[in-house]
């Protein structure tokens, strides 16, 4: 039986992971989950006003069946989502307005955009749908030692493919316009990334979906998902920072030993498996593997530089070409790809607890915004977006992998009992590709454990599950 097991990394990642592994190897695994800075990771909330606000990984796409899982489990409670309207602004006009009418909407992306709008859809649907069948798989037991593997078992070489070219190139492809992707895909990138549209085409067409379905976030909070998983799986939560792994051998097996610093020094323990949920990227952490034989070879890419402002204050309409703020309809605008702009996305936003009486402030009022962008604002930049405003509070974070795209994916097993989950991102980043990474490689760990090889890197598997069935 596997008795203790580690988990480096306490986000969703790592509290995932700990319940899942938890699942499959069953109630007497004891669990080590370590984490220097806070439960949740990059799920956090800032507070204004005795209120709380998602500072960052604020939506949750309707098709997140892991995510949906946790809360029933959890007991928790899907947030309403309080309606408003969007525009994409180029830095001197709305290139293209949200109204209340939804078919008014989509005859002016119509009469704008004709059929790329139609390709897209249709583009984004095809990737869905083949993504979707990771859940038969999961639920069969199967898992993947790569994440090309994964990739290929849902779409084929075409899916691994969209992790080495651009969303534009997929996109120019199937017969969207280079306007189309100038104007509308390059603000849904730059809002959800950061970045342009040169970000790989898997990665793009998760986000994409997020844009155009509907969407959800977790009463109270997204962070309370991983607080729960580790309540639930009653995982021993160590606050220390781990600074490297070593290998060692007794009895033929492999042990890892965890070592890490804490507030009362350092100290090590030995664990049959470890599983690393935060990036190793040399940018990113200071991790030492020692004693491995080839040695863990180094991560290659760089972290994309993101800063949210949470502003409690008055939008300054008349920048965006509305002098009086009561006349301004949109809370939330999208910007294109332009130098002079110096913010990503600016989201009038509510708190993680929406009560039944809840209504958003008028666009007059001093309401809290979101303001994302890649540098802090300055005070320059804060009085162009803002009348006015009574407080600011910034998170400075490298949130997103700096998608280039010729890279090769980071590996899933590091050594025979130790994984590596946070390489998932450079797949695409979102909370739901997170968990189905962490049911991943608890599967995956399950079936080398129990030498199960027939249930990993199946060939042919759609085949394979309809007949199981």
């Known amino acids: 039986p596997l008795s203790p097991a ?20 069953g109630p007497q695994v004891q669990l080590d ?13 800032v507070t204004v006003n005795k209120q709380q606000y998602e500072s960052r990984g604020a939506s949750i796409h309707a098709l997140s069946l892991h995510m949906q899982d946790f809360v029933k489990i959890l007991g928790l409670k899907q947030r309403r989502e309080v309606a408003g309207k969007s525009a994409i602004f180029s830095g001197e006009h709305f290139i293209l307005e949200e109204t209340d009418w939804y078919l008014l909407n989509l ?33 069969h037991g199967y898992a993947f030692s790569s994440l090309e593997e994964l990739l290929r078992s849902l779409g084929g070489d075409a899916f691994v493919n969209m992790t080495q070219r651009s969303v534009a190139e997929a996109l120019l492809e199937v017969g969207v316009t280079q306007r189309f992707v100038d104007d509308v895909i390059a603000a849904v990138l730059r ?9 790989p085409a898997f ?25 729960g998983l580790l309540k639930l799986t009653k995982a021993n939560v160590i606050p220390a920072r781990v600074t ?20 009362e020094g350092q100290g090590s323990a030995f664990y049959d498996m470890v599983v690393v949920t935060t990036p190793l990227h040399p940018s990113r ?22 800063v949210t402002s949470v502003v409690h204050g008055y939008l300054n309409s008349s920048y965006f070409g509305f002098p009086d703020p009561k006349l301004f309809p949109f809370t939330s605008i999208l910007t294109t790809d332009t130098p002079e702009l110096f913010f990503h996305a600016v989201d009038n936003i509510c708190p993680v607890n929406i009560s039944a009486a809840f209504r958003r402030k008028q666009p007059q009022e001093a309401a809290v915004w979101r303001v994302l962008s890649q540098q802090p604002l300055d005070k320059q930049q804060l009085k162009t977006l803002f009348r006015s405003y009574y407080s600011v509070q910034v998170t400075e974070w490298p949130t997103y992998p700096r998608y280039d795209a010729a890279k090769a994916l980071p590996p899933v097993v590091l050594h025979e009992n130790l994984f590596y989950l946070s390489g998932v991102e450079w797949v695409a980043s979102s909370m739901e ?8 490689v608890a599967l995956l760990a399950y079936n080398r454990w129990h030498q199960e090889l027939e249930k990993i890197d199946q060939k042919d598997l759609m085949h394979k599950v309809k007949t199981e069935l």
């Open 433 to 440: 590709m997170v968990a189905v990474a962490a049911k991943n």
């Open 244 to 263: 490297g792994i070593s290998l060692h051998s007794s009895e033929g097996r492999s042990l890892y030993q965890v070592h890490f610093e804490s507030s």
């Open 285 to 306: 952490s200071n991790f030492t593997f020692e004693n491995f034989d080839p040695p863990v070879a180094d991560f290659p890419g760089a972290f994309q530089p993101s």
């Open 191 to 199: 809002s959800s990334y950061g970045q342009s549209v040169l970000v």
């Open 6 to 25: 580690a988990v480096v990394g306490a986000g969703l990642g790592g509290s995932a992971a700990a319940y899942f592994l938890q699942q499959h190897f």
């Open 203 to 227: 990665a793009g067409a998760m986000s994409l979906a997020g844009a155009q379905g509907s969407t959800w976030a977790v009463e109270g909070g997204n962070k309370l998902v991983c607080s």
């Open 107 to 139: 005859f002016r992306l119509w009469w704008h955009y004709g059929i790329s709008f139609l390709r897209l859809q249709m583009w984004v649907e095809e990737v869905m749908e083949k993504f979707m069948r990771i859940y038969k798989y999961q639920a």
């Open 33 to 45: 989950v370590y984490e220097a800075a806070g439960v949740g990771g990059r799920l956090a909330t």
